[in-house]
């Protein structure tokens, strides 16, 4: 399978790291900019989008 990083694939992204069991998150407590968090347990992976952070929750 090969994913490319646009907007059409986050959803792809989003529902692979919810089945891997983690919970996804939008911080935007930057006026400028947020990031996506993937938490579980104590993981917790930050990026600047779904597929970076997906990249990590294996």
Not at 5 to 23: H, R, S, V, W
């Amino acid at each position: 399978m090969k994913i490319t990083d646009a907007m059409n694939t986050y959803n792809i992204a989003l529902e692979l790291i919810i089945n891997a069991g983690f919970a996804i998150t939008i911080n935007d407590e930057d006026d400028d900019s947020f990031v996506w968090e993937a938490k579980k347990g104590d993981d917790i992976f930050i990026a600047s989008g779904p597929l970076r952070v997906g990249l990590n929750c294996k």
